[in-house]
């Protein structure tokens, strides 16, 4: 037995790195003990030490370490669990990077390194379009997008980042993020009217963002909902909407923002081709959404 996991190590070729050491503890695991099916909290725990306090150096390293035993195809030869185990692994990043940690700057270096692989929403290293389970569960049998958690959230700074990179730009269904921003419940205590009222205003900022980088709100989606008994968190929100977005032609300025982006987004340069554009700040702002 002992001869048949050192084979399993030797096939698996890995330098010493946090993927690659974990992976091999996981197939000696399973060698010892074919039955034992229970390995993915040894996963969790050893990704949740470093994810629990890491910075945004550490976490840069991290990714460094992810994309590059990814890209290492030695490490895809036991590929009876390789799939599982790196969805668990993705499962856990998530879940630390939006749930737990809900960090800007972590955010933003996760798709600083990471933009360059959204074309194919399959790809190991296109983490921004996975789905994660919110909640502790180190077997991800189901769960939802950053997108759309942080939309459930009303996580008004991070959804900003998320948009400036074009993820919702990316959506199929972009109404969809409106529609949770809208009429997801709040997950606040009762009786804690503070606290309400604090989602409240990030909600407005939310659908605010938005619509910064929608040409069409299907209002008639949101009366849907209102008519079947839903109540949206943001009672005016008819107010929040420029009537160019469902009623009158859209603003010339509006399309030319997302034309713009859209050419950006193409050629993976959104956000950062932005600033070598020769604009004015001002307008360089305004196809960033700041305004």
């Not at 010493?16 to 000696?28: D, I, N, R, T, Y």
Request: glycine share 4%.
């Amino acid at each position: 037995m002992a001869n048949k996991t050192e084979r399993c190590s030797k096939e698996l070729d890995t330098p010493p790195s946090l993927f690659g050491e974990l992976l091999e503890k996981v197939a000696a695991r399973r060698i010892l003990d074919p039955v034992y099916h229970q390995w993915e909290p040894l996963v969790y725990y050893s990704l949740s030490r470093v994810l629990r306090h890491i910075d945004t150096l550490g976490f840069d390293s991290l990714l460094s370490d992810y994309i590059a035993f990814i890209h290492r195809t030695s490490n895809k030869r036991c590929s009876v669990f390789y799939q599982e185990y790196t969805d668990i692994c993705i499962n856990t990043i998530l879940y630390w990077l939006f749930a737990r940690r809900a960090s800007i700057p972590l955010v933003h270096k996760l798709l600083e390194r990471t933009i360059s692989y959204l074309e194919d929403s399959n790809n190991y290293l296109a983490l921004i379009c996975r789905s994660f389970t919110p909640v502790y569960n180190p077997k991800p049998l189901r769960g939802v997008t950053p997108l759309h958690y942080v939309a459930q959230r009303r996580q008004s700074g991070i959804l900003k980042t998320l948009l400036q990179y074009g993820i919702l730009e990316r959506e199929h269904r972009p109404m969809s993020t409106v529609l949770i921003i809208l009429f997801y419940p709040i997950p606040v205590a009762k009786g804690n009217d503070l606290q309400y009222t604090e989602k409240v205003e990030e909600a407005k900022q939310c659908l605010v963002l938005c619509i910064r980088v929608m040409r069409c709100i299907h209002i008639t989606k949101i009366k849907a909902q209102i008519g079947n008994g839903g109540k949206p968190l943001i009672s005016n929100w008819l107010d929040y909407i420029p009537v160019g977005r469902y009623q009158e032609p859209c603003e010339l300025l509006q399309l030319c923002r997302i034309s713009i982006r859209r050419h950006l987004l193409v050629n993976s340069k959104l956000p950062s081709g932005i600033s070598s554009l020769p604009l004015p700040k001002s307008l360089q702002h305004f196809l960033n959404l700041e305004r």
